[in-house]
């Protein structure tokens, strides 16, 4: 069974780093053809694909968050961490990851982790 | 990037109709396309990939067709369970993309 589960604060300031982890079980990230990658919701918005990181150690970013994005994997860990950099107010919403297989959609996610970015 | 618009955005519906979504690419994604279900405070649900394979647990009631630019999603029997916003999403090029949502109300 795949489980994945995001944690990192809360609350985060405005210019500060928002720092993000993966912790996933059921699946490793060096099996060829898996992926994780990242996806958040701001308030009554659409989702928006920020990253993923696959197996090869391919990775892709969203170009609009403007290069504020890092990445990174622990295989031992199983730990995938999502760095967002001078963070925005715009930057709040529900940040969840995601577990991918090449060709296929996100097919099990983590509850999700709520920022927001606030003096 | 790659614009997916869904259609309509809300859709108020009875029990037992038969719903169905679009979801129109500005760009030729092949059949790289999923279709997710989201309910306030849950995990979004992978239902279809592919454009129209069903993802392993999910009923049968739900299926999904098209390829190139014109999609669409079809719950065959409205189940009180369905109520809840739909997700188009293309993963042919990066950045992948989502459509805008469809959420389907009780009418």
């Known amino acids: 069974q795949i489980t994945l589960k995001e944690s990192g604060p809360s609350l985060v300031k405005p210019t500060q780093t928002l720092t993000l982890t993966c912790t996933f079980s059921?699946?490793?990230?060096?099996?060829?053809?898996?992926?994780v990658g990242w996806i958040r919701q701001s308030p009554g918005k659409a989702l928006e694909w920020l990253a993923v990181i696959h197996w090869n150690d391919v990775l892709r970013y969203n170009p609009s968050l403007d290069n504020r994005l890092t990445i990174t994997k622990d295989t031992s860990k199983n730990q995938v961490v999502l760095t967002l950099t001078n963070v925005l107010p715009v930057d709040t919403g529900t940040y969840y990851c995601g577990h991918r297989l090449t060709q296929r959609g996100f097919d099990s996610w983590g509850q999700g982790t709520l920022v927001a970015v606030s003096t | 990037d790659i614009q997916m618009t869904q259609s309509p955005s809300t859709l108020s519906t009875s029990v037992g109709d038969r719903v169905t979504i679009a979801c129109r690419a500005s760009?030729?994604?092949?059949?790289?396309l999923a279709w997710y279900q989201h309910k306030p405070g849950k995990a979004p649900k992978l239902l279809i990939y592919e454009a129209s394979n069903l993802q392993s647990g999910v009923p049968s009631r739900f299926s999904g067709s098209g390829s190139g630019t014109e999609f669409t999603f079809t719950i065959s029997s409205l189940q009180p369970d369905d109520f809840a916003t739909y997700y188009c999403q293309q993963y042919s090029d990066y950045p992948w993309t989502f459509g805008q949502g469809t959420r389907v109300e009780i009418k």
């Open positions: 760009q030729n994604v092949y059949t790289w």
């Open positions: 059921g699946f490793s990230l060096t099996t060829s053809e898996v992926g």
